[in-house]
């Protein structure tokens, strides 16, 4: 199967939103990326419950993630997922902070955008600035997305065999690659 024409996404959250707790808030942002996505929701993942990143930064998030197929330019899903997470009451105040819904593009088959010297400059950023600093344009996939458990034991569930395209690794050989210690952090619901 190739993921070429699906995108991935992580979707996390841990404040309520429009009434909703995370755990419910993720699952109305899952039914919303169905019902109005203009295309289709191929796999959704369990819900997972994972410590706030940084640690001590807030309560636990509530994760998922989600195959989604849905026409468009990586660029056009990435504005309909940040419409989707203000119709949430996301609001972008503190890079790394707590959130009502956090819907993040992770990768797009095997495409690296906008080039691979751009996305080894943010692959290779230092930790300090990771938390200081964002991209002003859509990196694919996601520089991080390697290193965090909350990110890859949800997708797991939905594209194990999914190849990072610089990496060379599925995400199953990722996720082991992990310490024990964070992929026991993140507990399905």
Sequence with gaps: MSFDQ???IAIGGNLPSVGLCPSDTVRAALARLAADAGGELRAT?????????PPGSGPDFVNAAAELRMPGAPEDVLAFLHAVESEFGRERIRRWGQRTLDLDLIAMGDRVLPDLATYDAWRGLAPEAQQER?????ILPHPRAHERAFVLVPLADVAPDWVHPVLGLSVREMLSALPQEARDEVVPL
């Design 134 to 138: 964002a991209p002003d344009r859509l």
């Design 6 to 8: 699906y995108y991935l």
């Design 45 to 53: 993942s369990r819900l997972y419950r994972s410590p706030a990143f």
